[in-house]
């Protein structure tokens, strides 16, 4: 995994990359949305994938919000559902599963907002 000017990137192979987040507060708000800058370079194969995931349990536990092969640089919105809201730790975990150091998923500009109660 390394960092610079797009961000992180996380790079395949036998100890594939990834990055979780601290712990995120989203008491007092409803409708939590996570937005990101995201990219793959075209480099992924068939069959693996850049995974944007979410914890409502402090990390024990993910669920997928996005998986994606996508090679274009390009900011996505998704809504994390009514569990997201009013939870004191909120994780967000991006990684690769792939099977090539060369191959990449990068991730930028992250943003975690709601809606005041």
Excluded: C, H, K
């Excluded at 409803?30 to 409502?56: H, K, P, Q």
């Excluded at 090679?71 to 690769?96: K, M, Y």
């Amino acid at each position: 995994m390394y960092t610079g000017s797009y961000g992180v990137r996380m790079r395949g192979g036998f100890n594939d990359g990834g990055i979780l987040s601290p712990l995120i507060s989203t008491q007092g708000l409803t409708d939590i949305t996570l937005t990101f800058d995201r990219n793959t370079d075209g480099t992924l194969d068939l069959g693996e994938w850049g995974y944007a995931e979410v914890s409502f349990d402090g990390g024990a536990s993910f669920s997928v919000v996005e998986q994606t092969r996508a090679a274009t640089r390009s900011r996505v919105t998704f809504a994390l559902g009514a569990e997201a809201a009013n939870q004191p730790d909120l994780v967000l975990r991006f990684r690769i599963a792939a099977s090539s150091f060369y191959e990449q998923y990068e991730v930028d500009d992250v943003l975690v907002e709601g809606t005041p109660v």
